[in-house]
């Protein structure tokens, strides 16, 4: 079944630490992103890419970094310049506007 | 700030009543779309709706588009316990990058007391 795959579904940081999120679809989808999700708060976007090699800052991209050296993987790097780095984090793809398709998530905390 | 407004923000109602979560953006949207989050899990795509004063119809859920494409509703009749979750509205707007993205609304949580 096509879908996306993302890993781990929980992950603890220490202070200061960096950790990266995994997110592998194949669903042949060009567009790829990121989205964090806070407590009674909507999803706010990270880092987008429409294309391998490629990709664009969102709304919050402060204290993030990405790669997109394949079509099918799009990694987040969560950095220690994130001061509030816990949170739910969703991964995304699609072809067009038309109906993201969404992973599972990563629940992030930091310890 | 933020874009996109919903209300309300939480709505508890007894099995059977029905349902309304509006959603109202600051600026036309060529199209809106609606997601489904269960607890614990993830956004799934509903439906897209891109003329306006667009209706359609999921079984017991009704989508509406305004005439000004400023905002949208969904409207579930008679709700059922397998309802419970957060409804989000999303429309595409410019972000920091270079292209429009969807922007999310906050959601409307909504529990169905049985």
């Known amino acids: 079944d096509g879908g996306i795959t993302q890993s781990p579904k929980y992950l603890f940081r220490k202070e200061g630490q960096n950790v990266t999120l995994s997110c592998e679809q194949n669903?042949?989808?060009?567009?790829m992103y990121w989205y964090r999700q806070d407590p009674g708060q909507g999803l706010r976007l990270i880092y987008y890419?429409?294309?391998?090699?490629?990709?664009q800052k969102g709304d919050i991209a402060e204290g993030y970094s990405v790669s997109r050296e394949k079509k099918e993987s799009f990694p987040l790097t969560v950095t220690s310049a994130q001061k509030n780095p816990t949170a739910f984090y969703l991964c995304?793809?699609?072809?067009?506007?038309?109906?993201?398709?969404f992973g599972s998530g990563t629940r992030l905390t930091v310890v | 700030g933020q874009q996109v407004m919903q209300i309300p923000q939480y709505q508890h109602v007894q099995e059977g009543e029905d349902f309304t979560t509006y959603c109202n953006s600051s600026?036309?949207?060529?199209?809106i779309q609606w997601y489904k989050q269960r607890p614990g899990g993830h956004p799934v795509f509903l439906i897209q709706?891109?003329?306006?004063?667009e209706v359609k119809k999921q079984k017991r859920l009704t989508f509406q588009f305004g005439e000004a494409k400023k905002n949208s509703s969904l409207h579930i009749t008679a709700t059922q316990t397998t309802d419970v979750g957060t409804y989000f509205c999303?429309?595409?707007?410019?972000?920091?990058?270079?292209?429009?993205?969807?922007?999310f609304g906050s959601g409307t949580q909504l529990t169905v007391l049985p």
């Open positions: 995304a793809s699609s072809n067009s506007y038309y109906g993201y398709t």
């Open positions: 669903l042949n989808h060009d567009a």
């Open positions: 890419s429409q294309i391998v090699n490629d990709f």
């Open positions: 600026t036309t949207l060529s199209n």
């Open positions: 709706l891109v003329k306006s004063g």
């Open positions: 999303a429309g595409p707007y410019l972000s920091s990058g270079s292209a429009r993205q969807l922007t």
